[in-house]
T-cell receptor, first 113, second 114 residues
Framework: GAGVSQTPSNKVTEKGKYVELRCDPI?????LYWYRQSLGQGPEFLIY????????DSGLPNDRFFAVRPEGSVSTLKIQRTERGDSAVYLC???????????FGAGTRLSVL | AQSVTQPDIHITVSEGASLELRCNYS??????LFWYVQSPGQGLQLLLK??????LVQGIKGFEAEFKRSQSSFNLRKPSVHWSDAAEYFC????????????FGRGTSLIVHP
């Protein structure tokens, strides 16, 4: 597709469960970013990939959060032992090499019951 | 570390009226500045950006913003608001160099009355 695609668009899970959120960036974009947006707040940075490697993961809140991008394209954000406080919209963005402009997906709304 | 303040949580305007959304930033050097718009259930769309040069920046949908270094501000303006402009607006500041990871403000919700 032409834009950043995120699946699923909505995910409801129970406290303690494991979830995976997928991001398919714009074709050819080397940089990929994950953000978390809580209700009434702006997006907060989680992790940034340049190619296959995590160039900056300083925004991950704890070790329950992990992300991969094994082939330098699709990325998966993984959350273990989910907590109610993890409920938020998780946004993915991608950008071309040496570009300051990020293109965002529509996000995955995660609800932890 | 950079930071952004959007002092207005909600702004209400009448259709056809002018609009100004405020944004103040904190950053030690010349920043990269952005305005994004987010409609319900949608991702963020870039309205405009400032990297260097002319301090008055034109964007999409008739929006403009002015970088004022002395006031550490990057306010967004539109001369005549349309009902379709109702959305959440986010100002963001990025470091000039490096990973370009922006820091976002908490957003301003624009309500447009007919």
């Amino acid at each position: 597709g032409a834009g950043v695609s995120q699946t699923p668009s909505n995910k409801v899970t129970e406290k303690g469960k494991y979830v995976e959120l997928r991001c398919d960036p714009i074709s050819g974009h080397t940089a990929l970013y994950w953000y978390r947006q809580s209700l009434g707040q702006g997006p907060e940075f989680l992790i940034y990939f340049q190619g296959t490697g995590a160039a900056d993961d300083s925004g991950l809140p704890n070790d329950r959060f992990f992300a991969v991008r094994p082939e330098g394209s699709v990325s998966t954000l993984k959350i273990q032992r989910t907590e109610r406080g993890d409920s938020a919209v998780y946004l993915c963005a991608s950008s071309g090499r040496d570009s300051n402009i990020q293109y965002f997906g529509a996000g995955t709304r995660l609800s932890v019951l | 570390a950079q930071s952004v303040t959007q002092p207005d949580i909600h702004i209400t305007v009448s259709e056809g009226a002018s609009l100004e959304l405020r944004c103040n930033y904190s950053y030690g050097a010349t920043p990269y500045l952005f305005w994004y718009v987010q409609s319900p259930g949608q991702g963020l769309q870039l309205l405009l950006k400032y990297f260097s040069g002319d301090t008055l920046v034109q964007g999409i949908k008739g929006f403009e913003a002015e970088f004022k270094r002395s006031q550490s501000s990057f306010n967004l303006r539109k001369p005549s608001v349309h009902w379709s402009d109702a959305a959440e607006y986010f100002c963001a500041v990025g470091a000039s160099g490096g990973s370009y990871i922006p820091t976002f403000g908490r957003g301003t919700s624009l309500i447009v009355h007919p």
